[in-house]
């Protein structure tokens, strides 16, 4: 079970995504091979986008997973296409910790947007500052998945996943 951590003390690359509620985002990261944790929380970067975001923190594995592959994953499960009033607290974003990150994630979603009919409107932004969720609220999916909430948003989207990413997910003993 993933628990939430300074995302300092990690050894392992890191990358903070934001798109929709990070209780859906944490619950897809934590299904797929070479995610070693995902801290979940709000994720700040610099000016003009200094407000808290619902986000995570994905510590990964690369030589399991890529960080084009977790983008990929990210842009499938959360509305990367869609403008909506809510985007100050759900920022479609990849925060980056290296300037190697920021030029690959833009490279990645440069290629990815041809699998998209609407363009990409998610952001590549430094990260700045991260604050964890309440401790109730990490691993909402995994501590009780038959919640209403879990059923109606988080589930379609696992859906998604073991459609579209099977050979990229842990088996039920890695996940859970």
């Known amino acids: 079970m993933n628990t ?3 995302p300092d003390t990690c050894a392992l690359p890191r990358i903070g995504l934001g798109g929709g509620c990070h209780w859906c985002t944490e619950a897809v990261f934590q299904q797929l091979r070479g995610v070693e944790r995902v801290d979940q929380g709000y994720i700040a970067s610099q000016p003009p986008n200094t407000d808290y975001s619902e986000a995570v923190i994905v510590h990964f594995n690369p030589k399991e997973i890529s960080l084009e592959t977790l983008i990929e994953v990210h842009l499938y499960t959360h509305s990367a296409t869609a403008t909506h009033s809510l985007r100050k607290n759900y920022r479609s974003a ?6 190697q990150q920021q030029e690959s994630a833009q490279k990645a979603l440069h290629v990815l947007q041809d699998d998209f009919a609407d363009p990409l409107i998610i952001q590549v932004l430094p990260y700045r500052a991260f604050r964890c969720s309440d401790p109730r609220h990490v691993n909402y999916y995994s501590t009780d998945p038959e919640r209403p909430y879990c059923q109606r948003y ?7 996943l073991q459609n579209k990413f099977k050979d990229g997910l842990k088996n039920r003993k890695e996940s859970g």
Not at 94 to 99: C, L, Q
Request: hydrophobic content about 40%.
């Open 4 to 6: 939430p951590h300074s």
């Open 94 to 99: 990849i925060y980056f910790f290296s300037e």
């Open 154 to 160: 988080i589930e379609p989207k696992l859906q998604l």
